[in-house]
Nanobody, 126 residues
């Protein structure tokens, strides 16, 4: 079992920045591929970014590539999402998730992820 707790959401103006953090507890953190997903009202949950066990590989949705950066610190059991140049369309609840498989082709599918945080709201005003 892995427990995940997100923090760092809030209200920001378009063009601004936020940094989301996710603290993990439970089993060995480095055994898990970590991902960030988001869900806007009336929309399906969508992939944002993923990072491999030791951070050597990352993946981003096209909509955030070049603006968002995912990172992890296995010594602190933390994964972060630095969000720059935020747009109104980035407004959503952001979720941290963990999956025990490899950094494979399904890393963008929310169905691959076993453990989820409660989510943190990010609101970008235009």
């Amino acid at each position: 079992q892995v427990q995940l707790v997100e923090s760092g959401g809030g209200l920001v103006q378009a063009g601004g920045s936020l940094r989301l953090s996710c603290a993990a507890s439970g089993r060995t953190f480095s055994n898990y591929v970590m991902g960030w997903f988001r869900q806007a009202p009336g929309k399906e949950r969508e992939f944002v970014a993923a990072i491999s066990w030791y951070g050597s590989s990352t993946d981003y949705a096209d909509s955030v590539k070049g603006r968002f950066t995912i990172s992890r610190d296995n010594a602190k059991n933390m994964v972060s999402l630095q969000m720059n140049s935020l747009k109104h369309e980035d407004t959503a609840v952001y979720y941290c998730a963990a999956q025990g498989r490899n950094f494979g082709s399904n890393r963008r599918s929310h169905r691959e992820y076993l453990y989820w945080g409660q989510g943190t709201q990010v609101t970008v005003s235009s």
